[in-house]
Nanobody
Framework: QLQLVESGGGLVQPGGSLRLSCAAS????????IGWFRQAPGKEREGVSC????????VYADSVKGRFTISRDIAKNTVYLQMNILRPEDTAVYYC?????????????????????WGQGTQVTVSS
């Protein structure tokens, strides 16, 4: 059974860094794109970043470009989200997700409707 488990969230001061992990089981990353999403209280879920099944394509939301980096370790079947220069507005529950079907080697999207499997989320709080 396909499963995603996020970890690495926590409390950090503005300007700080965190690295989130998304450990996959029941499938291999080289066949699925993985997306990172976040949802703040009272707001809709938004796409943050994604990486294609080949790892050759990555996409970032404008709000995190230049600050966040998505990567993966095939041997560990894990996707990472390195978050630098964190801001209070980055506070949210962060989720990783995978689609049910193969979406091509070089495609990934930031729309939640493209994803079918979701982790339980990890809380990120940016505050002084």
């Amino acid at each position: 059974q396909l499963q995603l488990v996020e970890s690495g969230g926590g409390l950090v001061q503005p300007g700080g860094s965190l690295r989130l992990s998304c450990a996959a089981s029941g499938f291999t990353l080289d066949y699925y794109a993985i997306g990172w999403f976040r949802q703040a209280p009272g707001k809709e879920r938004e796409g943050v970043s994604c990486i294609s099944s080949s790892g050759g394509s990555t996409v970032y939301a404008d709000s995190v470009k230049g600050r966040f980096t998505i990567s993966r370790d095939i041997a560990k079947n894990t996707v990472y989200l390195q978050m630098n220069i964190l801001r209070p507005e980055d506070t949210a529950v962060y989720y990783c997700a995978a689609p049910e079907n193969y979406s091509g080697s070089y495609y990934c999207g930031l729309s939640s409707y493209e994803y079918d499997y979701w982790g339980q989320g990890t809380q990120v709080t940016v505050s002084s």
